[in-house]
């Protein structure tokens, strides 16, 4: 495997980076707790038949409306930095 990061453990750093930002700097959003949890779920969307427009969209978070916890990659089957024991 190269070195190089799949794109989506790039983007699930960069919403870390963002979020611990957030955190690092109370006076800019307030004193109140902030908490990411990041889950796994399904995203559904349907399109007509020969239209490029979406139709409709469903989500799917599984495990009683909470979803499964991200540990791993689902494009490369890395571990996640901060990912949940």
């Given at each position: 495997?190269?070195?190089?990061?799949?794109?989506?453990?790039?983007?699930?750093?960069?919403?870390?980076?963002?979020?611990?930002?957030?955190?690092?700097h109370?006076?800019?959003?307030?004193?109140?707790g902030?908490e990411?949890?990041?889950?796994?779920?399904?995203?559904?969307?349907t399109?007509?038949?020969?239209?490029?427009?979406?139709?409709?969209?469903?989500?799917?978070?599984?495990?009683?409306?909470?979803?499964?916890?991200?540990?791993?990659?689902?494009?490369?089957?890395?571990?996640l930095?901060?990912?949940?024991k």
């Amino acid at each position: 495997m190269s070195a190089r990061e799949c794109v989506f453990c790039r983007e699930y750093q960069s919403k870390r980076n963002v979020h611990q930002f957030m955190k690092d700097h109370p006076e800019w959003y307030g004193p109140i707790g902030l908490e990411q949890q990041y889950t796994v779920a399904i995203v559904t969307r349907t399109y007509r038949k020969g239209h490029k427009r979406q139709a409709a969209s469903s989500t799917d978070y599984r495990y009683r409306g909470c979803g499964y916890k991200l540990n791993y990659c689902p494009e490369c089957g890395k571990l996640l930095k901060g990912a949940p024991k």
